[in-house]
């Protein structure tokens, strides 16, 4: 799959391009091309390799053997290079002793069909071709796509939608033909992630574990194919959810990848909060303040949550962490009245009762809801007294009150030492399930002077629920499993019900960590960079939850999106975690706090943003961390 947003390719290894379930080259979600089939000579060249060039370029190698009685070794090496902004290079590659003249051919298709129309099975058949310059063209009401060539074939043929060359190929040279797949009455395609104005900071890693280094390189290349323009304001970028299913905006999702990308610069950041800025509903009534989003599913012990909720919390979140990570006061000013907005919706909400309720009523009250809830006051007041602004002490009083509840309202008690509970019924039943939602009771967010906020838990529980998230039941060998392998339900391929979810996996990472509980965090972590060597380092957005074992290997689920910008985002959290950066750029300071166990041995960080400058830190093997490049000014905190 390669991915430049809001242009896709989805092929199978061979490198042809049959028609079949979702191969083709889309943009903005309507596939332009189905079917891209070359023969050489008349066969299809054997493939004999296929691998990702970068997130939006893959190359397959085949091979062929042009004389009859030549033994068995191939004479002529096909390459095909192809990308997601509609182009594909076929070269030809001869190692024969003498000249030889071949056919090419490139039989050409499409339905013009929507994404959503070819995964639910509705999509038509193959358009009748015509004949245009120097290719084929398709048109339907909806659309009209055309594939030209360089140079241009020698024959065109409509009805069988063939293009055809007769190329010469000397001793030991090279010949190509390059296609170009184009929506009529667009522009050529300009990625957001391509642009030299980039939001991303090209961040490099070396260190023991050469695993680390593929990962930040793979999980910035790829969050820079999810990249996508907001279409009224084009200087605003957010992150797509992922590919092929959500190539639009996801709040939620937009709003967590954005922050776990911080340590890359607060361009994504301020971006993404723009852009749900304009969406955020406003005037007299209830919702005023709330951000819109979708529901999800959330396993088989709970309704659907809705992602607005979740939304409407982290961009307060967001915006405090990225103004101390270094977003400039003109911005964070602009973005201000958004986020008290937020904070004003969290207060009427509650209104007079402790909990903030679920959206739709009669539902649950959510333990990852409070998580949410509670970090935003904190960290929304921090934001508002900073700013000069009106309203932080009442957001720390309600979230003193929320803190002396949880503690009695959300924890079981029970032989194994207890649990925070998922959630609490409108009849007040606690739902006892245990499941990786609870990983947001360990991330409470970054404060000033280096400091995180205090969470829901008090020490001797968060030492239970290290415990509990360390356990087998919860870690996989691959990373945190949605819910516990011996509660009720369990899936290992349960989007919320037992598979591994990335963005969840480092947030325990980051989270066991600060807290102390590197052991936990540590399996968890090489666990997860397992899986990401398993998935050539594009990790999912979610795989199969199943036990490692010896020899086994990472199953994927059959709809994960992959890329996705939280898995994405989350290799940056992951490695970058290993250095424990916490930077206050307006007190001018950067704290470091690193893994002291170093797990996975020395590590350098080069081309980091903080406080809008380049920024570079070492861990040593044992556990000390150094600054080595810095903007002028900024001190280390202690």
């Given at each position: 799959m390669c991915v430049a947003l809001p242009g896709l390719v989805i092929s199978t290894e061979g490198g042809q391009l049959t028609g079949h379930g979702l191969e083709g080259f889309y943009r903005a979600g309507r596939r332009l091309l189905s079917r891209c089939q070359v023969r050489v000579g008349g066969r299809e060249p054997l493939a004999v390799q296929a691998r990702m060039v970068a997130a939006d370029r893959a190359r397959f190698v085949g091979t062929l053997r042009t004389a009859p009685h030549g033994g068995p070794d191939p004479d002529v090496l096909v390459e095909r290079t192809r990308c997601a902004d509609g182009t594909e290079r076929i070269t030809l590659h001869s190692a024969a002793q003498r000249p030889l003249r071949l056919s090419v051919e490139a039989a050409l298709g499409t339905d013009l069909a929507d994404l959503g129309e070819i995964a639910s099975g509705g999509a038509g058949p193959e358009l009748p071709a015509a004949v245009s310059d120097s290719g084929l063209r398709w048109a339907c009401a909806a659309a009209t796509a055309s594939v030209t060539a360089e140079p241009a074939p020698a024959d065109a043929l409509a009805s069988a939608g063939l293009l055809r060359w007769e190329l010469d190929l000397p001793p030991g040279g090279s010949v190509s033909v390059e296609l170009r797949v184009r929506l009529e009455g667009t522009p050529p395609l300009r990625t957001a992630g391509r642009a030299a104005t980039s939001p991303l900071a090209p961040a490099r890693a070396v260190g023991d574990d050469a695993r680390v280094s593929a990962l930040l390189r793979t999980s910035?290349?790829?969050?820079?194919?999810?990249?996508?323009?907001?279409?009224?304001?084009?200087?605003?970028?957010?992150?797509?959810?992922?590919?092929?299913?959500?190539?639009?905006?996801?709040?939620?999702?937009?709003?967590?990848?954005?922050?776990?990308?911080?340590?890359?610069?607060?361009?994504?950041?301020?971006?993404?909060?723009?852009?749900?800025?304009?969406?955020?509903?406003?005037?007299?009534?209830?919702?005023?303040?709330?951000?819109?989003?979708?529901?999800?599913?959330?396993?088989?012990?709970?309704?659907?949550?809705?992602?607005?909720?979740?939304?409407?919390?982290?961009?307060?979140?967001?915006?405090?962490?990225?103004?101390?990570?270094?977003?400039?006061?003109?911005?964070?000013?602009?973005?201000?009245?958004?986020?008290?907005?937020?904070?004003?919706?969290?207060?009427?909400?509650?209104?007079?009762?402790?909990?903030?309720?679920?959206?739709?009523?009669?539902?649950?009250?959510?333990?990852?809801?409070?998580?949410?809830?509670?970090?935003?006051?904190?960290?929304g007041a921090d934001l508002l007294d900073a700013c000069g602004r009106p309203g932080a002490d009442g957001l720390r009083q309600w979230a003193d009150a929320l803190r002396t509840a949880f503690q009695d309202d959300f924890w079981i008690d029970d032989r194994g030492g207890g649990r925070p509970a998922a959630a609490r019924t409108p009849d007040g039943r606690l739902v006892p399930h245990l499941g990786a939602w609870t990983v947001h009771l360990l991330d409470t967010g970054l404060l000033g002077g280096g400091e995180l906020a205090p969470g829901l838990l008090d020490k001797a529980r968060t030492e239970q629920l290290a415990r509990l998230l360390g356990a087998p039941g919860m870690d996989a060998g691959w990373g945190l499993r949605g819910l516990a392998a011996n509660e009720p339900g369990h899936n290992p391929f349960g989007h919320r019900a037992g598979a591994v979810r990335v963005h969840e996996t480092a947030l325990a990472v980051t989270g066991l960590a600060a807290a102390g509980y590197e052991r936990e965090a540590a399996s968890l972590l090489r666990g997860i960079l397992g899986a990401a060597e398993a998935f050539g380092h594009r990790l999912p957005e979610m795989y199969a939850g199943l036990q490692r074992t010896e020899g086994s290997a990472p199953l994927p689920h059959p709809t994960a999106c992959r890329p996705a910008a939280t898995a994405a985002a989350a290799g940056v959290l992951l490695i970058t975690a290993l250095a424990g950066i916490r930077p206050d750029a307006p007190a001018g300071t950067v704290t470091l706090r690193p893994m002291r166990s170093a797990p996975l041995g020395e590590i350098g960080l080069t081309g980091l943003r903080v406080a809008g400058a380049p920024f570079a830190v070492r861990v040593s093997r044992l556990g000390m961390a150094m600054v080595e490049e810095a903007t002028d000014g900024l001190q280390l905190g202690v």
């Open positions: 910035i290349e790829d969050l820079r194919a999810l990249l996508l323009r907001d279409p009224a304001h084009p200087t605003a970028v957010y992150a797509a959810a992922g590919a092929p299913w959500r190539c639009g905006l996801a709040p939620a999702d937009a709003l967590a990848a954005a922050r776990m990308a911080l340590p890359l610069g607060t361009t994504l950041a301020a971006g993404t909060l723009r852009t749900l800025a304009r969406t955020q509903l406003t005037g007299p009534g209830p919702q005023s303040g709330r951000i819109p989003g979708p529901r999800r599913d959330a396993g088989p012990c709970l309704p659907p949550s809705c992602t607005g909720t979740e939304a409407t919390l982290l961009f307060p979140v967001l915006l405090a962490e990225a103004r101390r990570w270094g977003l400039p006061e003109r911005e964070t000013q602009e973005l201000l009245p958004a986020a008290e907005r937020c904070l004003t919706w969290l207060r009427n909400t509650v209104g007079d009762g402790v909990c903030l309720p679920d959206p739709h009523p009669g539902g649950p009250v959510r333990c990852e809801t409070q998580a949410h809830a509670h970090r935003a006051a904190l960290l």
